[in-house]
């Protein structure tokens, strides 16, 4: 294992949990905005969670283990998985960590413990939830597999870092297979984040619950650690999309100089792109649970043509 | 004049986009995203057309993106909207036999299939202008996915978007293989078809299915 990879390890890790927060916060004020009012400061999120690791967590008396280790185990497998995807800079070798299908079985995995969670108190909204999270990953989870494909077809390898890392310095505007693959990219980052139209993460109504509904019986230190999970979901969700399709700026070498720019430039993409999600949000109604397949599917529809576009070129 | 492979590049992203608006008009339930994603693919014909023209300069390529703009990206969908307007529709939700989801599925099939049998009729285009064998392919394909639009809709004019989706299809085609007289024809016909939809439903009132509009022309017929 190189020095580099080592030095991947950690700003990758860092960075994804240091920015993850903040996206969230530019979301949260553009809807804020749409709406027409103030809302909180960007910084609110960091507030939250310094608030919240420094408050007790309590727990029901009919939950079991899985309440007090899924935190742990969810923000251990989305911090693994942000070595899958590389956000400033990529590393010379991956050691097996940057394959897609890893990838994937990371974010099933932290959703499988999230789901268990949420049944574990016994409680109806955390069941409900949960029924409502695997009916919906039941959909969503081949999408995102066939989307991912399509990456593989597009860029012949399965391996992110060298799916970035072909993408860095290219324009890609005008390639016709990763303009259809945009939109999917984008329709998983809502559905993955619980977003409208799928879900709606600010309220805690019976009707539009779902992630929610799952950490309802969270407190204290354990709801930071999911509040911080699902923040830093959110940004790999969105540094595959920004690496991707607008990949300028990521730093393919080791250096100081390379890996700050590389930050700033990805911080200012993930600003956009959040600021986007917030007006996205701002412009939809939440979907009735029995449509959010319609979105899903056209996913699926996108990414299939891409596949075909790669199959017949 | 900008270089052949730059042009060739932005009329494959255009392409893609038309076909992005083809499965939103073939999945969204709400009129005005319907008339909206219609127009927005107009417009990129007229993108398409223009970008053509750049590479051949031809005075027919410059009037389709013309007429293209005044017609389809300006009037028609103006025209729809009035209508709405008056019918106050909003949205369509019944559908014949299949479902938006069911119909993105066999558009995937619809394209392949056009895809197989295009190698067999014109494949020898695809090494020589590989540009005009994907726009034609996607054309026919649009073309097909506006007519699974009209067939599986209820509303009337969820129907019409669905033959104004089929006539972009038809012009999407006619665009990269001009050289073809029948499609010249078909284009005609489809647009004689529209026009006379238009007028008639126009004349009988548009809020309705065509079980009800059938209906009401015996009404008609009756009062007579």
């Known amino acids: ?313 | 004049m900008m270089a052949a492979g730059l042009i060739d590049g932005w009329v494959e992203a255009l392409l893609a986009l038309v076909l992005v608006t083809g499965a939103f008009i073939v999945s969204r339930r709400d009129l005005h995203s319907l008339v909206f994603a219609y127009t927005i693919q107009s417009l990129f014909l007229v993108f398409i057309a223009l970008l053509l023209y750049l590479a051949h300069p031809s005075e027919v390529l410059l009037s389709i993106a013309l007429l293209t703009l005044s017609s389809k990206v300006l009037l028609i969908p103006y025209t729809i909207k009035r209508i709405q307007k008056q019918i106050k529709i909003s949205r369509d939700v019944e559908f014949h036999y299949i479902s938006p989801t069911g119909s993105l599925f066999v558009t995937i099939l619809l394209f392949l299939f056009v895809y197989y049998s295009f190698s067999g009729v014109i494949g020898g285009l695809f090494t020589a202008d590989k540009i005009s064998y994907t726009g034609a392919v996607f054309g026919v394909s649009l073309m097909l996915m506006g007519m699974l639009v009209t067939f599986s809709r209820k509303k009337v004019i969820t129907k019409i978007i669905g033959y104004l989706t089929m006539e972009n299809g038809v012009l999407l085609f006619g665009l990269f293989l001009t050289e073809l007289p029948l499609i010249i024809e078909v284009l005609i016909i489809i647009d004689l078809i529209i026009m006379v939809l238009l007028v008639t439903i126009l004349a009988a009132g548009m809020d309705s299915t065509m079980e009800e509009f059938h209906n009401r022309l015996h009404i008609f017929r009756r009062e007579d």
């Open chain 1, 1 to 313: 294992m190189n020095l580099s990879f080592i030095a991947y390890c950690f700003i990758n890790i860092i960075f994804a949990a240091l920015v993850s927060p903040f996206f969230m916060g530019i979301v949260k004020k553009v809807k804020a905005l749409a709406q027409g009012r103030m809302g909180p400061p960007l910084m609110q999120q960091y507030y939250n969670l310094l608030k919240l690791f420094r408050k007790e967590a309590l727990y029901s008396t009919d939950s079991s283990w899985v309440t007090r280790v899924a935190p742990y185990v969810n923000i251990t497998v989305i911090a693994t998985a942000a070595l899958c995807v590389p956000l400033v800079f990529i590393p010379e070798a991956a050691y097996g960590i940057s394959n897609v299908i890893v990838f994937l079985y990371l974010l099933a995995t932290a959703r499988f413990f999230m789901a268990l969670s949420g049944l574990d108190a016994g409680s109806a909204f955390g069941g409900m939830g949960s029924s409502r999270e695997m009916s919906i990953s039941s959909v969503i989870e081949p999408v995102t597999i066939v989307v991912f494909a399509a990456l593989a077809f597009i860029f012949n390898t399965l391996n992110l870092h060298e799916m970035f890392r072909e993408s860095a310095g290219q324009v890609h505007l005008f390639d016709p297979s990763l303009v259809l693959i945009s939109i999917p990219l984008f329709i998983v980052l809502i559905v993955e984040t619980a977003r409208i139209p799928v879900d709606n993460p600010e309220t805690h109504l019976e009707l539009t619950m779902i992630h929610e509904a799952m950490m309802i019986e969270y407190s204290g230190r354990d709801l930071a650690l999911m509040d911080l999970s699902h923040a830093m979901k959110q940004t790999l969700l969105m540094a595959v999309l920004i690496n991707i399709i607008f990949p300028w700026g990521i730093a393919t070498e080791m250096g100081v100089a390379g890996i700050i720019s590389a930050a700033a430039g990805f911080l200012l993409k993930g600003a956009a792109l959040s600021a986007f999600i917030g007006l996205f949000e701002s412009s939809l109604a939440k979907m009735r649970f029995f449509l959010v397949p319609n979105l899903i599917m056209i996913a699926f529809f996108l990414s299939a043509l891409a596949i075909l576009l790669e199959v017949f070129r």
